[in-house]
């Protein structure tokens, strides 16, 4: 049985700075790229940031992009997103994902419930 499952999400001021946590279990994570993505209330799910399987090559929402960084320990079966500089735009609720193979293509296999992330002005 597969599970993701996400941490480190919160409430912070403008500015502030938030590290979410996707463990992961049930599957290989090394044959896995990762991915995040959220969803505020009334819009679409949004992508948000992808690593392939290595860690060698990342990929970036143009909204996040030099402010969110993504990594993963694949000892840990872990993917991490590192969230500086934070806006009020970006509260959402963030989920991660799973895509079977060493890139990402934007064809998540599995995804978590979601992190809460609130960030006030």
């Known amino acids: 049985q597969v599970q993701l499952v996400e941490s480190g999400g919160g409430l912070v001021q403008a500015g502030d700075s938030l590290r979410l946590s996707c463990a992961t279990s049930?599957?290989?994570?090394?044959?896995?790229?990762m991915g995040w993505f959220r969803q505020a209330p009334g819009k679409e799910r949004e992508f948000v940031a992808a690593i392939n399987w290595s860690g060698g090559s990342t990929y970036y929402s143009a909204s996040v992009k030099g402010r969110f960084s993504i990594s993963r320990d694949n000892a840990k079966n872990t993917v991490y997103l590192q969230m500086n500089s934070l806006k009020p735009e970006d509260t959402a609720i963030y989920a991660c994902a799973m895509e079977y193979g060493s890139s990402w293509k934007g064809r998540p296999d599995y995804w978590g419930q979601g992190t809460q992330v609130t960030v006030s002005s």
């Open positions: 049930g599957r290989t994570f090394s044959s896995y790229a």
